[in-house]
């Protein structure tokens, strides 16, 4: 009897996929990939990467590079079942990252470099193509030579685009551009070689009647002014694409490089690659908790705001865990690893980031979706056209002429400029108010989103402590309590005692001393006193205590001599344009969800101060349970934006279908939104969505008039009755319009001045 056989486990790399220009590449590539036996790939356009799980004995890596260059693309691989599964395999992530990055900038640097040669050499050929007076003795020559160029070289992008769909039955953008040139260019030479344009004195004239015209209207500024405006919209557009792939390298650079081991009862500073559960560690103030573990000796302020958004830091003594990457504000402690590599905190966020952005599907694009119907339909159309025409009984030329004015009407360079010239100027608008719009998906998702959830520690609150309020004991003044506080206070570098102290002439403390989990004493003015918990009966004061712990706040006691003097209340406080903005947000059809990593009664007391309602609050949540929070909304059937400037944000910010963070937040926030605001208030993410959809709204203006003078004058071309010039003329009026009204965008004005 033979034994069955024993499945082989699947192998897993991850490839950088470049070449792709639109989400029909990645759906190509993907349907290549599968059609391999025992492989399972997933294709994601936004992060130009290959998922793929495979069998060994089936398929190798290099077979499934070799499937994707096949399919006219490049590959190469970045990751792989194997590869070390601790820190240093975090900064194999990080470089995994890096080199999809340095593909794309590469990528964006030749575009760069070609559209700059490009416009130098398109525009001696335009302006004399245009100006009658400036057409000297074999102009059209020296025209013709120089569009050869243009065509050929800086137009090989689109056109190789072009010839890689076509293989396999698809029409993109690239299509359409290749097309277009493609047709002008041709009737320039036919024009030149066979008709009257390569003549020595020849001067383009205009004939309205095109079964009269000669054969010597030529097109070649067209195809130079189509090729670089396009180069100029796919350079743009590969500098905008995939910028949240960043994140993780960001995520992964800011943990801990190397840690002060005990070995033998001595410190060994070792890279943090060799740090082994079990391992004790020495953490200083001023330095980064290595790895995730548990305090066996010492007691310090720990800052985890890159985990909980707590303004605050967390007092940890012996026995209490703490997380690697997080900051150690004061003490010195001595720590045991508990997790490492994969498993720590760190790098499960980096996890939620890679998983967040990998799940979000880049939206389909508007032209790329109407060019499959309009370029073959195009393209019968003038085939159409010269059979009609010479079946009747017409000339060669006329029916020549009427074909070539079809395929010239529709030449695409209007509808290439509807997108890239709007988001250039609506962008770039966006950049002078301290608006970072990354690319044409985020325009899509403002005009879709209708809940928007903030963080609210550095996004609805300033995330700086500030005293509110001073109620003192009988015989004190409000004063007198702040000044004896602010003495030993002045002396803390502990956010609540800087939040005190702040601002306040007060005498000087001497035998300061820090009391872990308590606060902090000293002596002023011969008199011991104490800040922080309280440490004896309040009396009166225990209602003002527990009104500033119920509204939010941290309220410590201040004693003197053994006995209260008063009550502080501390607390984080609303941004000044917060409760104004988010009146606009609903104004706009959203439904704002305050999300935070803060503690119930400061989450209800902000949001009842900015005009949420309670219903819509989530407090307490550590980076996971916000992913859940924002995932939890989309299940629900809702479009959700997300707005944070955190760390601890950074995937939920990915997760949503549209992330805005706050220009003063942390790199790896920035770099997993949609969208930057600079100004880190909340109402530039109020402006933030008014421009987005003002550029979407005037794209998709630009694209209805690129397609209706195609639909109005395609017919009359057909039937013979527009001159292939004249066509030439119509679309450079349709590019002029679409430029025109993309130019309106610089008027746009923020209604929350920066």
């Given amino acids: ?163 890689t769909n076509l293989r396999h039955g698809s029409f993109t953008m690239d299509t359409l551009i290749s097309l277009g040139t493609t047709a002008a260019y041709v009737w320039s030479i036919y024009a030149l070689f066979f008709g009257n344009a390569g003549e020595t004195s020849m001067v383009m004239e205009m004939s309205l009647n095109p079964a009269q015209a000669g054969m010597d209207e030529i097109y070649l500024e067209t195809v130079c002014v189509v090729i670089t405006f396009l180069l100029l919209g796919r350079w743009f557009e590969t500098k905008a694409k995939g910028q949240s792939s960043e994140a993780l390298r960001e995520l992964l650079d800011m943990g801990a490089k190397d840690a002060a081991v005990l070995r033998d009862g001595k410190e060994v500073r070792v890279p943090i690659a060799q740090v082994v559960v079990g391992d004790r560690f020495v953490v200083r103030p001023g330095e980064k908790v290595a790895t995730d573990g548990r305090v066996v000796s010492g007691h310090s302020a720990i800052d985890a705001s890159m985990l909980t958004g707590e303004s605050v830091p967390v007092e940890v003594a012996e026995g209490d865990s703490v997380t690697g990457a997080t900051l150690n504000t004061s003490g010195r402690i001595v720590v045991e690893a508990t997790r490492v590599g994969s498993d720590t905190t760190l790098a499960q966020m980096g996890k939620l980031v890679r998983d967040a952005q990998s799940g979000q599907a880049p939206v389909q694009r508007l032209v790329d979706r109407i060019a499959q119907v309009f370029v073959p339909t195009v393209i019968g159309i003038s085939l159409l056209t010269l059979i009609v025409h010479l079946a009747i009984g017409h000339g060669v030329a006329h029916a020549f002429t009427a074909a070539v004015a079809v395929l010239i009407i529709a030449c695409p360079c209007a509808l290439g400029l509807a997108t890239p010239t709007a988001i250039l100027v609506g962008t770039g608008r966006g950049a002078q108010m301290g608006l970072l719009i990354k690319g044409p998906e985020v325009l899509e998702s403002t005009r879709q989103v209708d809940t928007i959830v903030l963080d609210k520690t550095g996004t609805v609150t300033s995330g700086e402590m500030q005293v509110i309020a001073v109620t003192p004991a009988d015989g004190w003044t409000a004063e007198g309590v702040h000044a004896v506080a602010a003495s030993v206070e002045k002396q803390s570098e502990h956010p609540i005692a800087r939040a005190i102290a702040a601002g306040v002439d007060a005498p000087e403390a001497t035998d300061f001393e820090n009391e872990p989990g308590i606060g902090a004493k000293a002596l002023v003015d011969g008199a011991l006193v104490r800040v922080g918990r309280p440490q004896t009966e309040l009396g009166a004061l225990r209602q003002a205590f527990d ?208």
């Fill in 1 to 163: 009897m033979t034994a069955p056989e024993t499945p082989t486990a699947l192998q897993h790399i991850e490839l950088g996929v470049t070449g792709m220009t639109c989400t029909s590449c990645s759906s190509r590539v993907q349907r290549k990939l599968n059609k391999m036996d025992g492989v399972e790939a997933s294709v994601n356009f936004s992060t130009e990467t290959a998922t793929v799980d495979y069998d060994p004995e089936k398929a190798t890596p290099d077979e499934l590079i070799d499937i994707v260059r096949g399919a006219g693309y490049d590959a190469f691989q970045l990751a792989h079942e194997g590869q070390p599964d601790n820190a240093e395999g975090q900064e194999a992530g990080g470089s995994q990252q890096a080199s999809i990055s340095d593909a794309r900038e590469a990528e964006a640097e030749r575009l760069k470099r070609t559209t700059i040669w490009a416009a130098l050499v398109s525009l001696p050929v335009t302006l004399v193509s245009m100006i009658p007076a400036w057409q000297f003795t074999y102009w059209q020559w020296a025209a013709f030579a120089a569009t050869t160029l243009v065509y050929f070289a800086a137009g090989s992008v689109f056109h190789r685009a072009a010839l």
């Fill in 547 to 754: 009104d500033a712990e119920a509204a939010g706040g941290t309220a410590v006691a201040v004693e003197v001599d053994g006995k209260a003097a008063g009550v502080i209340a501390v607390r984080d406080t609303v941004k000044e344009d917060s409760a104004a903005a988010i009146a606009r947000l609903k104004e706009l059809g959203l439904r704002p969800h305050l999300l935070t990593g803060d503690n119930e009664g400061a989450a209800l007391a902000t949001a009842r101060e900015v005009g949420i309602d309670p219903a819509d609050v989530t407090a307490g949540v550590l980076p996971e349970d916000k992913v859940d929070v924002v995932q939890a909304l989309k299940d629900q059937g809702r479009n959700v934006a997300m707005v944070g400037d955190g760390v601890n944000d950074a995937a939920a910010l990915a997760t949503a279908d549209l992330g805005m963070a706050m220009g003063a937040g942390s790199d790896v926030a920035i770099e997993a939104s949609d969208i930057t605001l600079m100004h880190d208030r909340l109402g530039s993410a109020v402006d933030a969505i008014r421009l987005s959809r003002k550029t979407l709204k005037t794209i998709k203006g630009n694209l209805f008039w690129a397609f209706a003078y195609n639909v109005i004058l395609i017919p009359v071309a057909a039937i013979g009755l527009l001159n292939p010039m004249l066509a030439g003329i119509a679309m450079a009026f349709s590019s002029v319009f679409v430029v025109t009204n993309s130019l309106r965008l610089r008027g746009f004005q923020a209604e929350f001045a920066g």
